[in-house]
């Protein structure tokens, strides 16, 4: 295949592997591959749920029609029969996984291995779609799967996939839909319709909770994206307050909040005049928000909005949408699909039909409400369901006489459901009901044994089983959520101590989870650590929010700094300098007294950020009395990184650079890394010498900088060093001459950033290749490459200081030899091109 038509795949758009096996007995061979897959760059779509035998079918049925890979993994055990189940789980996945490229792994020798398995395995051996090999131990194995993995892809994969199928410059995506939409296409095509129009800019669809509001959200955009627009999700669920809704509404563009500019400044400038769907979920909590969504419009002339609230925003530009509850035939069809979820073979016939069409009447046509009641079906007789539910409701929506009724009705069918629960799951929905954003599988078992539940995966099944707790695909990776409505009512009814014990456990957990990142995201693990704060991110940050609201400023800023390089690679500095902003602010007003090292924390963040947001400014004062608490506090490190932004100031100090002193104060910061240790630390500050001396026209002193940096960061496999120096160092290359030692250390830096998702580090790149295709005459692919990356900038907010981009000095050059004309033509259609298409230029040769 011509390499212009090789995808450029991006951490967001990874390939799924779905990992198939049994899971206590073989705990060990899932870890293994799991590290194999991600080490590989790839998604690994697996269920740890620890004792739990198996999810249910509709759950696995739904990941493996979004998965990519099958991976099969067999030991001795057969697995667990459901009741009205024929075969176990395992059995199920695999025939389920249709065509899917299977790579199958047994477990030689097995000496115990039941006969339902082997059986099973015969048949797998007969099947010629399929990889079969053995294996002796996870070590093994895991070998087996990396090898596996990277020739399957190379091979089948990028050879197969259309052209457009994957795109550095996407969206982050919307969400991965938990189920099946039923009984809503006119509503889908109705939307589809009215979004297309030019003269309409706002729809809101309205609706009380539990509706299908997101739901039908959801489908529309699915297909909106399907038919070619670019699309965003922002989902406001997880925020209190309206100031944070372009927080929530950067992410969803992939604008990084890097703090170099005011984030909705940000924001507008890269929606531009790009025709770009934007869907604002859950706006009802937070309406303030709403004077933000009309400067966006008015600020970007093809942004539509498609907005989900129980209350219209009474807006000039709104059109709205009233969703009702569903007709007599589509309650009765969503109950049968829920139901047959839970009971394999179950269907609307004769004999249930009334009893079904009284059920989904007495929930008043409500999706939410339907599909909790249909969750019992797994055990409980249609009959014997609705006998239930009718004393259950009459019951219950007497206590709830100042709701609507259909508000009644859904409140009380929640609460029904929890009554159903036993003692542990009911606790274990309260403690669960403390996180905003999703959370992993393994995560909610841990901290629900830290709040006291005595069997975490049990109450976990119970509670995912009745419906009230949902598996999310998010980035890839299989996730555990509460529906809104479930969250907020579980807030509401839990007991307050229980609340509390189990707030001080998430938080002690993701407090650990940060310090234990620290480390990793220096060295050798650092991609597969950024990956995994990636999926609870909503969930790190909150524990900043919730340690504010305890005035625990002291434990805030230490949380903030151990999450220091994930903040910057994953462009969340903005918000830190927020948080660390009001931190000081509470302490001052409230004369709170602070931790040494937290002031020098928060002092750092406020002002080395300021570096980047206010270009005029002078920031060594304030990092400077932020490095002198560093050192009060006996924190050499911390010292030694406020040493870099003093660097930083000098080199930029409004009457112009103090070289020399910059010089002093990066040595003495390099001197400071090095007695302590930090490969990374000193790895970065080499790399600034090395600018000084690139600047002053030094070349071989700044290559050989570069070079002992490019060293730590490869002794410690950390792909951001790595990536920074590795750029850098062509540019030396560069600027001696050497075209061709240019491109490959430019392309290797520019792989890394794609593999990090670090967008400032990809229009890094691009600006390197537009040094490189100038050096060689070519003004027009310069020019594209050169506009390409201003582009994205522009939509990822990773704005460029003045002086820290070589590439203005070949455009000088290209600008006085005659060819300006050619490279502004050029650069015009390089803003418009889909990234895919200029990294194929970037690879051409």
């Known amino acids: 295949m011509d390499e212009a038509d090789t995808p450029i795949r991006t951490p967001d758009q990874r390939l799924r592997v779905f990992v198939s096996s049994t899971l206590k007995e073989l705990a060990a061979e899932r870890q293994a591959v799991r590290s194999a897959i991600e080490g590989l760059q790839l998604a690994p779509v697996m269920f740890e749920l620890g004792s739990r035998p198996h999810p249910p079918r509709s759950l696995y049925r739904s990941y493996l029609a979004q998965s990519d890979v099958f991976v099969g993994i067999y030991g001795e055990r057969y697995g667990w029969v459901a009741p ?28 115990e291995r039941e006969a339902r398995l082997a059986a099973l395995l015969d048949r797998i051996r007969a099947d010629d779609r399929v990889s079969y090999r053995a294996y ?58 009215m979004l297309a129009r030019p003269d309409v800019r706002i729809v809101t669809i309205v609706g009380d909770g539990g509706i299908g509001k997101s739901r039908l959200a959801i489908e529309v955009a699915g297909a909106a994206a399907a038919a070619g627009r670019p ?172 709701l609507p009724e259909r508000q009644r009705a859904l409140r009380s069918t929640i609460q029904w459901s929890v009554d159903l629960l036993d003692p542990s799951a009911t606790e274990a929905l309260t403690a669960l009901a403390v996180p905003a954003g999703p959370f992993a599988g393994s995560t909610a078992e841990q901290v629900l044994g830290a709040a006291g539940i005595a069997d975490p995966t049990a109450a976990i099944t119970a509670l995912a089983e009745a419906s009230l707790l949902r598996h999310e695909d998010h980035r890839g990776a299989p996730m555990l959520a509460l529906p809104v409505l479930v969250r907020a009512f579980a807030r509401e009814a839990g007991p307050a101590s229980l609340l509390e014990t189990a707030r001080a456990a998430w938080i002690d957990h993701y407090r650990r989870v940060a310090s234990d990142a620290e480390a990793a995201m220096r060295g050798a693990s650092q991609l597969a650590t950024l990956r995994r704060l990636d999926l609870e991110a909503e969930n790190l940050g909150g524990v900043v929010r919730l340690l504010l609201d305890d ?81 009060e506090a006996d924190d050499p490190g911390g010292a030694a990184l406020a040493d870099v932004s003093i660097g930083l100031g000098l080199l930029t100090l409004p009457d112009g650079p103090d070289v020399p002193a910059a010089t002093a104060v990066l040595e003495r910061s390099r001197a400071g890394f090095r007695a302590v240790g930090d490969a990374w630390g000193e790895a970065m500050t080499l790399v600034m010498l090395g600018r000084i001396a690139l600047l002053t026209g030094d070349i071989g002193g700044a290559r050989e900088r570069f070079e002992e940096s490019l060293a730590l960061a490869t002794a ?73 990356a201003q582009a994205l900038r522009r939509r990822k907010g990773a704005l460029n200081r003045s002086g820290f981009d070589f590439s203005t000095m070949v455009v000088a050059r290209l600008r006085d030899g005659g060819a300006g004309d050619a490279f502004d033509a050029a650069a015009e259609r390089g803003a418009t091109m889909p990234l895919v298409d200029v990294l194929a230029l970037v690879r051409a040769e």
């Open 84 to 111: 009205g189940e024929a075969v176990s789980g395992l059995e199920d996945e695999y025939a389920l996984s249709g065509e899917l490229p299977s790579l199958i792994y047994v477990l030689d020798p097995a000496p």
């Open 136 to 193: 002796r131990d996870p070590g093994e194995l895991a070998t087996l799967v990396r090898q596996d993995l990277a020739t399957l892809l190379a091979e089948r994969f990028d050879a197969g996939r259309p052209r457009g199928a994957m795109r550095a410059d996407a969206m982050p995506g919307i969400p991965a839909p938990y189920s099946a939409i039923v009984g809503r296409d006119a509503e889908r095509d109705a939307l589809l319709a």
């Open 231 to 402: 699309v965003a999700f922002a989902m406001l669920e997880t925020i209190t307050v309206p100031e944070r809704a372009i927080t929530v509404i950067a992410r969803s563009l992939g604008v990084r909040d890097t703090g170099d500019a005011p984030l909705e400044q940000k924001v507008v400038e890269a929606l531009a005049d790009r025709d770009v769907l934007l869907v604002v979920d859950n706006l009802e909590h937070v309406l303030g928000a709403v004077g933000l969504l009309v400067r966006l419009i008015g600020a970007a002339p093809r942004l539509t909005l498609l907005v989900t609230s129980r209350s219209p925003l009474r807006v000039r530009a709104e059109r709205l949408f009233p969703l009702g509850p569903l007709d007599a035939a589509a309650a009765a069809a969503l109950f049968e699909e829920r139901a047959a979820a839970v009971r394999p073979g179950f269907r609307l016939g004769p004999e249930n039909a009334a009893t079904v069409a009284e059920i989904c009447r007495r929930l008043d046509g409500s999706p939410l409400a339907i599909e909790l009641a249909a969750a019992r079906m797994v055990w409980m007789p249609v009959d014997e369901l609705l006998r239930r539910l009718e004393s259950a409701l009459t019951l219950l929506v007497g206590g709830a006489r100042d």
């Open 551 to 631: 005035r625990r400023l002291d434990d805030a800023a230490e949380h903030a700094w151990s999450l220091y390089l994930y903040h910057w690679i994953a462009g969340h500095l903005g918000l830190v300098r927020e948080w660390m902003t009001e931190l000081l602010a509470l302490a001052e007003r409230e004369s709170i007294p602070l931790g040494v090292r937290t002031r020098a924390i928060a002092l750092y963040y406020t002002h080395a950020i300021r570096f980047w947001q206010e270009p005029t400014s002078d920031v060594v004062p304030g990092m400077q009395a932020s490095r002198d608490l560093f050192a």
């Open 716 to 788: 410690q496999h950390e792909l951001l060093g790595i990536g920074i120096a590795r750029n850098h160092r062509g540019w030396a290359r560069l600027f001696a001459g050497d075209v061709e030692g240019a491109a490959d250390d430019l392309g290797t830096s520019l792989d890394e950033s794609l593999a990090l998702g670090h967008d400032e580090g990809v229009a890094y790149g691009l600006e390197g290749f537009v040094g490189v295709r100038g050096a060689q005459g070519d003004a027009a692919t310069a020019g594209v490459l050169q506009g390409a």
